[in-house]
């Protein structure tokens, strides 16, 4: 894959969001192994492996091999990375294969990169045409067009709803299973005009944003994913390890969030216990008591960064 896409501008590929603060949290000891669990362009990891001394190392997990690619480009021959094309759900076995054990830290940076978003033949976007693919990784799993034939109108409303927050999910379903009798739609432009067709004016932006959304996050199972990532990644860290977690809309950050409060807890007594008997003791400290969001200098250079959130936590 990517062979006869631009991957070799690694620089434009991503512009990594919140830098300075991931680092902050995430690098408490110059000489541990790291797992960037969204390797992306590389920002991310040219940051940690600066931030570590000789001893240090980083393993860098992404489903899309053209993001291994561009980080290969970026990062160049430093001998303390090493990259794994893999679903970041797999994290503890993608750690056990490496050799590793005593993980000091593990970065998130949830979403799609900037180079998916831009390349339409990916198709993630509403604003080229290209084929309804919208997947990680070109080579595994059914793409969007897919999904589009295959799910009854109500599967479809629900997609739309759950994953998009979409008011008139009901309706562009509908308009979805009216289309394919005719031929399939197997095109990003086909879908908006579908969308267009059932939300007019200038709601019909939202409408796109939300659907393309939506349907990415079907495609890719990317709830399901996260879930399974923050359990993992918690299983993998040493004892005062650190997990930071960046998350670009309400559906992860609730997950994120969720998880943070289950960890950080104390007493798991019923409420109507007076006295704690559980003896249950907290398995994380949360490091950032308000959720960390980018400056506004920041957002002017990069708009990607307008709806991050950064959070991080230490095991105990
Ligand atoms: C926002 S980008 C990360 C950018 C990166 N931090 C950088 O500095 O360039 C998110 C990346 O995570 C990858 N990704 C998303 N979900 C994934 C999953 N479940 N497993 C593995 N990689 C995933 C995407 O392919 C994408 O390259």
Same mark, same amino acid.
């Given at each position: 894959?990517?062979?006869?896409?631009? $991957?070799?501008?690694?620089?434009r =590929?991503?512009?990594?969001?919140?830098?300075?603060?991931?680092?902050?949290?995430?690098?408490?000891?110059?000489?541990?192994?790291?797992?960037?669990? /969204?390797?992306?362009?590389?920002?991310?990891?040219?940051?940690?492996?600066?931030?570590?001394?000789?001893?240090?190392r980083?393993?860098?997990i992404?489903?899309?091999?053209?993001?291994?690619? %561009?980080?290969?480009?970026?990062?160049?021959?430093?001998?303390?990375w090493?990259?794994v094309?893999?679903?970041?759900?797999?994290?503890?076995?993608?750690?056990?294969?490496?050799?590793?054990?005593?993980?000091?830290?593990?970065?998130?940076?949830?979403?799609?990169?900037?180079?998916?978003?831009?390349?339409?033949?990916?198709? =993630?976007?509403?604003?080229?045409?290209?084929?309804?693919?919208?997947?990680?990784?070109?080579? %595994?799993?059914?793409?969007?067009?897919?999904?589009?034939?295959?799910? #009854?109108e109500?599967?479809?409303?629900?997609? =739309?709803?759950?994953?998009?927050?979409?008011?008139?999910?009901?309706?562009?379903?509908?308009?979805?299973?009216?289309?394919?009798?005719?031929?399939?739609?197997?095109?990003?432009?086909?879908?908006?005009? $579908?969308?267009?067709?059932?939300?007019?004016?200038k709601?019909?932006?939202?409408?796109?944003?939300?659907?393309?959304?939506?349907?990415?996050?079907?495609?890719?199972?990317e709830?399901?994913?996260?879930? /399974?990532?923050?359990? %993992?990644?918690?299983?993998?860290?040493?004892?005062?390890?650190?997990?930071?977690?960046?998350?670009?809309?309400?559906?992860? #950050?609730r997950?994120?969030?969720?998880?943070?409060?289950?960890?950080?807890?104390?007493? $798991?007594?019923?409420?109507?216990?007076?006295?704690?008997?559980?003896?249950?003791?907290?398995?994380?400290?949360?490091?950032?008591?308000?959720?960390v969001? %980018?400056?506004?200098n920041?957002?002017?250079?990069?708009?990607?960064?307008?709806?991050?959130?950064?959070?991080?936590?230490?095991?105990?």
């Amino acid at each position: 894959m990517g062979g006869h896409r631009d $991957i070799s501008a690694a620089d434009r =590929f991503h512009v990594p969001v919140l830098v300075r603060e991931a680092i902050e949290y995430l690098v408490a000891d110059r000489r541990g192994v790291y797992v960037d669990a /969204t390797l992306g362009g590389g920002g991310h990891t040219r940051a940690i492996l600066d931030a570590l001394d000789a001893g240090g190392r980083v393993i860098g997990i992404d489903m899309d091999p053209d993001a291994i690619a %561009a980080a290969r480009i970026k990062l160049g021959d430093d001998q303390r990375w090493v990259p794994v094309q893999a679903r970041f759900s797999h994290i503890k076995e993608v750690v056990k294969e490496s050799g590793y054990k005593e993980i000091a830290g593990v970065l998130a940076d949830f979403g799609v990169s900037s180079y998916q978003i831009d390349h339409p033949e990916r198709g =993630f976007s509403y604003m080229a045409d290209g084929p309804l693919d919208m997947r990680m990784n070109p080579n %595994a799993g059914a793409p969007a067009s897919e999904l589009l034939q295959k799910l #009854d109108e109500a599967e479809l409303a629900s997609i =739309f709803h759950r994953y998009g927050e979409e008011r008139m999910a009901r309706k562009i379903a509908r308009a979805i299973v009216t289309k394919r009798k005719s031929r399939p739609i197997q095109r990003t432009r086909e879908l908006a005009e $579908i969308v267009e067709s059932v939300v007019s004016g200038k709601h019909a932006v939202k409408s796109l944003a939300r659907i393309f959304q939506a349907l990415r996050i079907a495609v890719n199972e990317e709830l399901q994913e996260i879930e /399974t990532f923050l359990n %993992a990644a918690f299983q993998v860290l040493k004892p005062g390890g650190r997990l930071v977690v960046i998350s670009y809309h309400s559906l992860e #950050d609730r997950l994120v969030k969720r998880f943070f409060r289950e960890k950080a807890r104390g007493c $798991i007594c019923p409420p109507e216990v007076l006295k704690c008997t559980c003896g249950h003791q907290p398995e994380v400290q949360i490091l950032t008591k308000k959720v960390v969001r %980018a400056s506004e200098n920041e957002i002017q250079n990069n708009p990607r960064a307008r709806s991050a959130k950064l959070r991080a936590f230490e095991k105990v």
